[in-house]
């Protein structure tokens, strides 16, 4: 099943993740933040956790970049969204949490845009329930809708919950 029922073990997971990265980024001032739908108590989700390591001065990238490929992440771009860089596990070394914990991670400037959306919806859905009801109600619905097909609900999600997305952060902005 694409979506599932909010899991307890998804803040642990994170926090597993968060120690490992923490102690690789040693001395480089970053924090690191869970975001996205596990981050959301009781919000049904995709089982894959979202992370965004945020650093305060840009000039700190390349270091970051080298420390994360000492752990087995390799930079895969921006993906077409500014000051958000991609990394991605390599296949070469298996690490148990990194590699049996599903998460994205990526690397935002503090300035980030889109760092801002991640937290502002976030903590929005953290708390006003009727609206974490409402976006659960809407994946589920495009879950179902996509046959429980990651490429056609991304999709979905894309053209659809945009209207969503965009009313919250509009209200979390007020």
């Known amino acids: ?3 599932q029922e909010y899991n307890r073990q998804w803040p642990a997971d994170f926090q597993r993740i968060k120690t490992i990265l923490s102690d690789a980024l040693t001395g480089i001032p970053v924090t690191i933040e869970h975001v996205g739908s596990t981050a959301v108590p009781g919000l049904a989700a995709k089982p894959i956790i979202d992370i965004d390591v945020v650093l305060t001065d840009r ?3 390349e270091s970051i ?3 994360l490929a000492q752990i087995g992440y390799y930079h895969n771009g921006d993906q077409g969204i500014a000051d958000r860089e991609v990394f991605k596990r390599s296949t070469s070394e298996y ?3 990194l590699d049996g ?3 994205h991670l990526y690397v935002c400037s503090i300035y ?3 760092l801002k959306r991640h937290l502002l919806f976030r903590d929005y859905l953290r708390t006003h329930a009727a609206a974490r009801n409402e976006y659960q109600q809407l994946k589920q619905q495009l879950a179902e809708e996509a046959n429980n097909d990651r490429k056609r609900y991304a ?3 894309e053209e659809k919950a945009k209207v969503f997305i965009e009313s ?3 209200k979390a902005n007020m």
Do not use: G, P
Request: proline letters at 0%; hydrophobic letters at 40%.
């Open 95 to 97: 690490e148990e949490v």
């Open 168 to 170: 919250i952060l509009t």
């Open 101 to 103: 914990i599903a998460h």
């Open 59 to 61: 000039k700190d990238f």
């Open 112 to 114: 980030s845009e889109e």
């Open 65 to 67: 970049k080298e420390r």
């Open 1 to 3: 099943m694409l979506i």
């Open 155 to 157: 999709q979905l999600k």
